[in-house]
């Protein structure tokens, strides 16, 4: 096992809930809403439709590639998954009025403190398209340097590594990426550096 | 274009969304629940976990091929994307206690009718690790023939044409199939024909 794959192992260690208690609390993230919907053969059909804060929850995905050909992986929580710790890329959620190659440029820097030379839309999904409009990118960032620190919101948990493609592919194959946004972007990679 | 294509188009105008009002009727379908997690590094966190009719919302996702090696697609009203009406494969909600397989025979069979003699499971993935437990499942359905009639919940609209993997790929790469589980699906009976 490489040195890099061992200190991800470990991470996932640290990061492992011990113990997840239902609070009292109540939550006011996730929120739905039913649409009555007219359709052009004449029937009418009701959905809900799944909000996050408000909004449609879609989000940038950011495979970045550094200045000598490493790949950045984050380790997160990811406390609803059997590991409850989770491997993947930058991600997060596109801000109201915000491009969606804005919101990868910003999400690259606050979760590494990385920034990249180019960025190449690689593909676009709908991430839950029976109940919700989120519509997530999927972006190549190229030739990322270090230029600052992370920049964490007060609750969130990411620590990133640096990893080659045959690593990425090896954490994929053992099952420390198991995320659909994730899995869509490796696959587009390989389709990418293929078709090259 | 070919003559299946034209029908899926043709279908796709039926099942549009002319309009769509906002409702008064409040959704009980989606819901979430807060979870106090205490991580083994020390740190509490809190996360909101998404439920769909208070389960987790695993699918089994299912690419279905007839013995004359057509596969299944279905067209579908998705009206919270640009469309409105989504391409994809038969997929559907796991119930409480069935195994994945067994679910991805009944959604099968439910959509459009159709048996396999063989399921082989591909691949699963998390759909929303940030928030959610779903862990979908990707089956591959052999030697599939029509055994009975669709049968459909009463707010359920869902046509299936049989198209060949070159048409399918050609729905792919025209935008009809959006959704990260079609084309997670797609990705992954590529890598599984390549494989062989």
């Known amino acids: 096992m490489s040195k890099v794959i ?23 993230f996730i929120t739905s809403k039913v649409y009555e919907c007219h359709l052009n053969c004449g029937r009418v059909i009701f959905r809900e439709k799944l909000l996050k804060n408000g909004k449609d929850g879609s989000a940038t995905i950011i495979v970045p590639f550094t200045k000598d050909n490493r790949i950045l992986v984050v380790v997160e929580p990811r406390v609803f998954t059997r590991k409850t710790v989770g491997v993947g890329f930058p991600a997060g959620y596109i801000e109201e009025g915000e491009e969606a190659v804005m919101g990868a440029k910003r999400e690259l820097l606050e979760e590494t403190g990385y920034n990249a030379e180019e960025f190449i839309k690689l593909d676009e999904f709908y991430q839950d398209e029976g109940c919700s409009s989120a519509l997530n990118r999927i972006f190549l960032a190229l030739n990322c340097e270090k230029v600052k620190e992370q920049k964490l919101d007060r609750d969130e948990i990411v620590k990133y590594f640096e990893c080659t493609l045959d690593e990425v592919l090896e954490l994929e194959r053992r099952g420390y990426i198991e995320g659909a946004n994730s899995k869509l972007a490796i696959m587009k990679v390989k389709e990418y550096w293929k078709g090259r």
Not at 11 to 23: D, G, N, R, V, Y
């Open 6 to 28: 061992e200190q991800i192992e470990q991470t996932m260690q640290e990061m492992k809930s011990l113990a997840q208690i239902a609070s009292q609390r109540e939550g006011h």
